[in-house]
């Protein structure tokens, strides 16, 4: 299904044709998660690294109100916090490659421990898959860019579809609710066309400023901090300069301090925090390099939405991508490609052929 077949893709590329794949998860849903009749579980917990971790991070709270349970997600290596006590557990295990040995090492105590476990990963068959006892393949096709994109939304989408699903079969949320949300999302994916253009427009019109950033700070509420963390480590993986994500309670108490001349700070508001025009005006102090992501009028980049909620899920990092994939190259840098190629073999961190 790649679009661009016989060269490498661009990030901006992948960007592009992440709408067709969401729909595509959607369309294979029923058989991909056909196995969720089997399970019985009062506690979900998810884990996995980078992008994969930022995934679970931002859903989470979406999946523990469908399905009404308790939902963690958790680095690889706090997997051994896990105590297994009286309650049905399940771990899902997440990794777009199927190569990550610290998702392996936790899919791996958690069955030493008798608890039920699952992979996502975007391989048919991998090492990951191979140590969990049911699979949910992420079908977002191949993501060969070093910072990933497309395998981002699809891997929201693919948790929230299991949350969705399992709800279903188990008698937690009615036909009518699955229905509707599912309807719900591909509207979210009609937007993201729009948003991706959008900013295009946007960075194109800010390039001179964009590609002399020393520094960069995203700040949000809590819901969003999935995509700040996922913003954060796309920025560093193809700006290559300073960047950290910070929830909005984090950053005022005490990272402000940080703020300087060079700092370009983007925030991230979905609306559900209301001291985020007071921020950048204090903020203003400092910088004036402080740009409001949101679907307000007075927003410095207008995000265009459906009224649904999971609509945030898949717009509001748009943007940063968009920075991501265009930026660099300004500055004499490949985004597509890592700093160092073999950096997971030299590391030992994953399984590459």
């Known amino acids: 299904m790649e679009l661009f077949r016989g060269r490498k893709m661009k990030i901006i590329e992948y960007i592009k044709e992440t709408p067709k794949y969401l729909n ?7 058989s991909t998660f056909e196995s969720v009749a089997e399970l019985d579980f009062d506690e979900l917990y998810i884990t996995g690294s980078g992008t994969s971790f930022n995934a679970a991070l931002d859903v989470k709270y979406y999946i523990q109100k469908i399905l009404n349970k308790k939902v963690v997600v958790l680095n690889t290596f706090d997997i051994d916090d896990l105590k297994f006590g009286d309650e049905k557990k399940i771990l899902i295990g997440i990794s777009q490659s199927g190569s990550s040995y610290s998702t392996l090492q936790a899919l791996k105590i958690a069955n030493k421990m008798g608890i039920t476990t699952a992979s996502m990963t975007g391989e048919e068959t991998s090492i990951i898959d191979d ?51 599912v309807n719900n999302l591909r509207e979210d994916f009609e937007k993201i066309e729009i948003n991706i253009e959008n900013s295009l427009n946007w960075v194109e ?44 309670e984090q950053f005022i108490h005490g990272i402000y301090n940080s703020t300087n001349s060079e700092t370009n700070v983007f925030i991230l508001d979905d ?36 009224k649904n909620s999971s609509s945030k899920h898949f717009s509001y990092i748009i943007p940063i991508w968009v920075i991501c994939a265009e930026i660099p190259e300004l500055k004499g840098i490949n985004p597509e490609i890592p700093l160092d190629p073999k950096f997971h073999i030299k590391m030992n961190s994953k399984k590459l052929s």
């Open 131 to 181: 140590e969990a006892s049911y699979n949910y393949q992420i079908k977002c096709g191949e993501e060969k860019a070093g910072a990933k994109t497309k395998g981002y939304f699809c891997t929201k989408l693919n948790l929230i579809l299991f949350a969705l699903i399992y709800g279903k079969t188990h008698d937690i949320i009615g036909e009518d609710v699955f229905d509707g949300e």
């Open 271 to 306: 609306g559900s925090e209301e001291r985020f025009d007071n921020l950048k005006k204090v903020l203003q102090q400092w910088t004036e390099q402080v740009y409001i992501i949101s679907e307000k009028e007075n927003a410095d980049f207008k995000i265009i939405n459906s």
């Open 24 to 30: 595509h998860i959607i369309d294979q849903s029923e």
């Open 205 to 248: 019109l800010n390039k001179d400023k964009f590609k002399e950033i020393k520094e960069i700070k995203v700040v949000s509420a809590y819901n969003q901090y999935g995509d700040v963390e996922e913003s954060a480590l796309k920025l560093l993986e193809a700006m290559r300069i300073p960047v950290s994500g910070y929830e909005m």
